[in-house]
């Protein structure tokens, strides 16, 4: 195939996604990119916990910021495009490390259709996450990487990707000591002449900008292994069993691409010397899983970093099976898998937590349109378990917003709970204490919420009209499927997973909709349960709030 209708190929998907999906997955992609971008660029927006303690690399964001910067200059600054352009960057690099992938998997046709057709690597490839660039620069990495022969290219991106990502740097150190025993140089030129120079020259850039942006002299690589490894904070955000990266974690995140892996893993260990890149990948693989779970907080996004391998090891098997596999059993398995990842990427892009990305237009126009009585702009409450939404850059206007945080018990104080999980304690109890509500505008002018917080802070909410509904997931409809499984269980003699109880605690702090409240204007009545409240006892006031307005 010719390598300009390959590369044009992956742009066509990766430009395709930009597009597509249109879905929320996990705050970092906002909050550790964009947002910082927009206070950096702008001048306003919010920096979290992460940036303030410097655990964090502004190299990332400052590229972000660059484009923001361009577009201030040319008077070009929309949202739209401050949305847009920053996905399509992060698009053009997965799809360079897609065609690298390609070219290093020696141009064949299995790997550039797994590369292509893998559900999670569509609906994240094109986001704003630093683990996507870090599967892009490490698919980079391993494309240049001294598999036949010599050379050290791959050291550039492998030594950025590990200055962003420090636990990256489990990934590299079985493919150095694969390096270091393969190589015709001696070792100690290896080590002192290439890793270490090249190492230095990168974190020496890395710490100067970091340096620079933070305002003191700083090592962000440290500082992240020692809030999120050696202090464990990481597990306030939760925790999962050791096993689980191996039972869900990676499974996955392939998705039906397991299957081809998991053949490619057998005919490897049968016939580890008829696959020897395939086996050192394994090695790696299994050296980066193992010590990953070491680290109670776990995520999907952690092991993304691991697709290109686990598909080269899956590409290798599936290419020497094409030989002697009949036409009819090509396509049916092309098939299969090209449908079983369309399905889930289909979903997790268009459909599933799209309430997010959808609520923000209508924040835009109500930050860029309302004025209340006294002509004031509006000021934004969110009622929402925390980063639930993007913030600033999309709507980029200089309002006042406020949402309920969640720093981890940095102090290590006792009993400690943040912001959010007191808020949920007693929802009507912590509106009453930090929500002054006279006079009237002193209060928010707007309550952003998931619906299931509604009736729990109904009072509050008689100041209020309901402004817009917005359609978020489908996570209530889960819980009918209880009876089914109960059924499933019966015939099996096993005793049922309770789904119910296990959605109880999502769905009391998100739910299937979000709610877009605005508060009255003098003059404007509101139907919104004020019955219920003629009807019910008095409420007793708490004590005299100060007079200052916390909101603010």
């Known amino acids: 195939m010719r390598l300009l209708y390959v590369f044009g190929l992956i742009l066509a998907v990766r430009l395709a996604s930009v597009f597509i999906v249109q879905t929320y997955f996990v705050p970092d992609e906002y909050w550790q990119s964009l947002e910082v971008a927009h206070k950096l660029t702008f001048g306003y927006g919010y920096l979290t916990w992460e940036w303030v303690q410097g655990i964090r690399s502004y190299v990332y964001p400052l590229a972000i910021a ?28 997965t799809t360079y490390s897609d065609y690298r992938f390609y070219v290093w998997t020696g141009k064949r046709k299995w790997a550039l259709f797994l590369i292509l057709v893998p559900w999670f690597w569509f609906y994240t490839g094109s986001r704003t996450l630093a683990n996507t660039l870090e599967a892009s620069l490490i698919t980079i990495a391993l494309s240049y990487f001294p598999w036949h022969g010599e050379g050290t290219a791959y050291l550039w991106p492998a030594a950025i990707c590990c200055f962003l990502r420090p636990t990256a740097a489990v990934i590299w150190l079985p493919l150095a000591v694969y390096h270091l025993r393969k190589s015709r140089l001696s070792v100690v030129e290896l080590i002192l002449k290439r890793f270490v120079a090249i190492g230095l020259l990168v974190a020496a850039a890395g710490i100067a900008i970091d340096t620079y942006w933070h305002g003191q002299l700083i090592v962000t690589p440290w500082e992240f292994l020692k809030y999120n490894i050696f202090n464990n904070i990481g597990s306030f955000y939760g925790s999962h069993p050791w096993y689980w990266y191996f039972t869900a974690g990676l499974p996955t995140v392939l998705g039906i691409n397991t299957l081809p892996f998991v053949f490619g893993l057998v005919q490897t260990v049968r016939k580890s010397e008829k696959f020897p890149i395939s086996k050192q990948l394994l090695i790696t693989i299994l050296v980066t899983l193992v010590v990953l779970s070491t ?72 930050a860029q349109e309302y004025r209340d009585e006294r002509d004031q702009r509006a000021n934004i409450l969110f009622l929402m378990p925390c980063h639930s939404t993007p913030y600033y850059s999309h709507i980029h206007e200089n309002v006042t917003m406020r949402f309920l945080t969640c720093e981890p018990n940095l102090k290590q104080l006792a009993n400690f709970k943040d912001e959010a999980d007191r808020f949920y304690d007693a929802p009507a109890s912590w509106l009453r204490r930090h929500i002054p509500v006279h006079p009237r505008t002193a209060l928010p002018s707007h309550v952003v919420l998931f619906d299931s917080l509604a009736d729990k802070i109904s009072e509050f909410l008689t100041s209020y009209k309901l402004l817009h509904s917005i359609e978020h997931a489908e996570v209530n409809k889960l819980s009918d499927s209880q009876a089914l499984l109960n059924e499933w269980s019966s015939v099996l003699g096993t005793n049922p997973p309770n789904i119910t109880s296990l959605l109880q605690f999502v769905e009391s702090r998100t739910g299937k909709a979000i709610l877009v409240y605005q508060r009255l204007k003098s003059g404007e009545e509101n139907a919104f349960n004020r019955q219920e409240f003629q009807d019910a006892e008095p409420v007793i006031e708490p004590e005299a709030l100060p007079s200052e307005n916390q909101f603010n």
């Not at 660059?66 to 690099?93: C, F, G, H, M, T």
């Not at 098997?317 to 396509?331: I, M, N, P």
């Not at 398995?333 to 309430?355: C, D, E, M, R, V």
Request: with cysteine; glycine share 2%; hydrophobic share 55%.
């Open 295 to 366: 680290v109670e907080h776990k995520e999907l996004r952690f092991v993304s970093s691991l697709q290109p391998l686990c598909l080269y090891v899956a590409s290798d098997v599936l290419s020497r099976w094409s030989y002697r596999a009949t036409r009819t059993k090509l396509w049916l398995a092309a098939l299969g898998i090209l449908l079983l990842n369309a399905l889930p990427a289909w979903y997790f892009s268009t459909i599933h937590q799209k309430g997010p990305i959808e609520l923000m237009p209508k924040l835009r126009n109500i």
């Open 66 to 93: 660059a484009i923001y910067k361009v577009l201030a200059l040319l008077q070009l600054d929309s949202v739209e495009w401050l949305v847009l352009l920053p996905r399509l960057l992060q698009a053009l690099l």
